[in-house]
C-alpha cells in the first residue's frame, strides 16, 4: 500500500504522529453582524426599494499560531458579472475610493480577537465613519443585487478563501 498523503486542507489537523491539534483559525462571521434599514433614502439605480440597508461586519479569530489576514471590498461596478454597484463604504465620494478593499491581520498567538468594520472613526472609502443613526454609519448596501460585499481570507501562506456577504430586503444576512 502506498503512503497517504494528507489533502492541504488537513496539513493542520493532523500531526505526523496522527494525532488531531487545533483547527486552522477560521475567522467566524460572527452573530454581531448588525444591519439597519435607511427608510426614504432609496439606493442609486435601485428603484424597487424606497430605502436601503447599511451594514456592518464582526469578524472572530481565536488564538492561533499563524497570521490571520481579512480583506473586505464593497462590491462595484467592475466586479460583474451585472456590473451595478452593489455596496460602497460612504455615501458619497469617488467610486475608487467608497469601493476600495480594505485590509485586517490578525497577528499570529494573540487572544480570541474581533474586528468589526466599519467602526466609528474608521476612514474606509475615504470618509469618517460616524455613530448610528448618521450618513456614513455602515456599509451601504443595494437591496436590487446580491453579494454586496465579498471578503476574503488567508490564514498564513495558505489559501485565500472568498465569501460574499448579502442583505436581503428584510434584513436577513447571508453568507455564501
Known amino acids: 500500500m ?13 500531526s505526523p504522529a496522527g494525532a488531531l491539534t487545533l483547527p486552522p483559525c477560521v475567522p467566524s462571521f460572527s452573530s454581531g453582524s448588525s444591519e439597519w434599514s435607511v427608510d426614504g433614502v432609496a439606493y442609486p439605480g435601485c428603484g424597487s426599494y424606497s430605502y436601503h440597508r447599511d451594514l456592518q461586519l464582526n469578524f472572530t479569530v481565536a488564538t492561533c499560531t499563524d497570521a490571520v489576514t481579512v480583506k473586505v471590498k464593497p462590491m462595484d ?17 469617488s467610486t475608487s475610493a467608497i ?15 474581533t474586528w468589526t468594520t466599519p467602526f466609528v472613526g474608521s476612514t ?14 455602515g456599509i451601504h448596501v443595494n437591496l436590487c443585487t446580491t453579494n454586496e460585499v465579498r ?26
Open 2 to 14: 502506498g503512503a497517504w498523503t494528507a489533502p492541504a486542507i488537513l496539513d493542520r489537523l493532523v
Open 124 to 137: 474606509e472609502g475615504g470618509c469618517t465613519h460616524t455613530a448610528y443613526p448618521s450618513v456614513d454609519d
Open 151 to 176: 471578503f476574503t481570507y488567508q490564514i498564513g501562506t495558505g489559501a485565500v478563501i472568498t465569501k460574499y456577504v448579502t442583505v436581503a430586503p428584510n434584513g436577513t444576512i447571508t453568507v455564501s
Open 99 to 113: 469601493q476600495a478593499e480594505i485590509t485586517h491581520v490578525f497577528a499570529a498567538n494573540l487572544p480570541t480577537t
Open 77 to 93: 461596478t467592475t466586479d460583474g458579472p451585472d456590473f451595478t454597484d452593489k455596496g460602497r463604504w460612504c455615501w458619497t465620494g
